[in-house]
């Protein structure tokens, strides 16, 4: 279905303020964004608009209740200047599957594409050109309806931002295995790109910066024992040659790039393994001399190698010698820049003249 998304644009575009080599990351905004509504059971006025401020009562229900949900993807370009996206349809579907998840409406997938694609012709010049560079694109809905008292709302936003990300040339983190807080159990909203989510999240991430790590190694609700996920990361060991993950359990959020990342591991000829994967096995795997690689994939960085994880009074060392994650790497960089052959189609092109 094509929707009639209106658009009003910027008199002067903020765009000669970017120095594309220095971008203050996650505070730089594009030029405009994407705006729908939701009221009396359907979404509606879909448009495109100067990036502003928007205007909130503050019964809004969101802020009380926390139904919001985002996604995150980015946008490159080809090598002949071509914007693209990375499996976008992934990300529409994720995002209704947050939504019936929190008791939210869904958002029509195809007015998703449209309404992205359309903000993207639009932004093309923000679209940093270094490989390993893209804009970031923020979908996101909550519940703006001025109520107070515990239901679903009737009301809700839609709304995607953009902002431009400079090559992460990550550095091999270390991660705490946090066995006192949890970031989701059976039944919970681990599986959901909810904001609650990540606000639980977040005091226990400071603890275990303060006490030098970059990030937190999820482990389950009930026991401390099965790996679940890092931070905005899934992980991935290589134990004996073959490449493991922890199954989708309900409990985890099921990452694009980590779909994707399975893909070329098979594609590359190695065994990959979706299934629960104990602490106490990568425990043993690295005093084995096992343990071959550890890494987390996610939309920010893609690939960030592990070198260190802290479980109780254990320090697991992982070597810094990852040749077939870098390889992944690589290739990921070269299919988002059409520097390789998509042979999985996942990059959807933007025609420019959507503009
Ligand atoms: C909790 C969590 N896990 C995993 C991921 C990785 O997902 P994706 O590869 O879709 O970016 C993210 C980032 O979106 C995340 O927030």
Redo the contacts with the bound molecule.
């Keep these: 279905m094509m929707y009639n998304i209106t658009v009003n644009k910027i008199k002067k575009s903020k765009i000669d303020t970017l120095d594309f080599n220095n971008i203050p990351l996650g505070r730089t905004f594009s030029d405009h964004m994407f705006i729908c509504e939701y009221t009396d059971g359907e979404w509606s006025n879909p448009r495109i608009e100067p990036l502003e401020l928007i205007p909130t009562h503050p019964a809004a229900m969101a802020l009380h209740y926390g139904q919001a949900i985002f996604e995150?993807m980015k946008a490159t370009k080809d090598i002949h200047g071509t914007p693209m996206l990375f499996r976008p349809k992934k990300?529409a579907e994720?995002l209704n599957f947050s939504a019936r998840r929190m008791g939210m409406p869904e958002f029509p997938e195809d007015l998703f594409l449209e309404g992205l694609k359309k903000l993207v012709a639009i932004e093309q010049n923000w679209i940093p050109p270094k490989e390993g560079s893209a804009l970031y694109l923020r979908p996101f809905m909550y519940a703006d309806e001025p109520f107070i008292g515990m239901r679903a709302a009737t009301s809700y936003k839609f709304v995607i931002i953009a902002s431009p990300s400079q090559p992460l040339f990550s550095k091999p983190i270390k991660l705490y295995a946090e066995t006192k807080y949890i970031r989701a159990a059976d039944g919970g909203t681990g599986e959901a790109?909810a904001a609650g989510?990540?606000a639980a999240a977040i005091q226990p991430t400071e603890l275990a910066k303060q006490k030098g790590y970059n990030q937190i190694l999820w482990l389950d609700a009930r026991d401390f024992n099965y790996i679940q996920?890092v931070?905005?990361?899934?992980i991935f060991f290589k134990i004996n040659g073959e490449y493991i993950t922890p199954s989708l359990d309900g409990s985890?959020?099921a990452?694009?790039?980590?779909m994707s990342v399975i893909d070329l591991i098979r594609d590359r000829g190695y065994k990959i393994t979706e299934r629960p994967i104990h602490i106490e096995e990568i425990i043993e795997a690295q005093k084995n001399g096992t343990l071959e690689e550890a890494f987390g994939?996610?939309?920010?960085v893609a690939i960030t190698m592990i070198e260190e994880i802290k479980y109780k009074d254990i320090t697991i060392k992982v070597s810094n010698d990852n040749p077939v994650a870098e390889a992944i790497l690589k290739i990921f960089n070269e299919i988002r820049t059409g520097k390789m052959e998509d042979k999985l189609h996942w990059m959807v092109k933007v025609e420019k003249e959507l503009a």
């Design positions: 995150g990300n994720r790109k989510n990540y996920e931070g905005t990361m899934n985890i959020l990452g694009i790039t980590r994939t996610g939309t920010a």
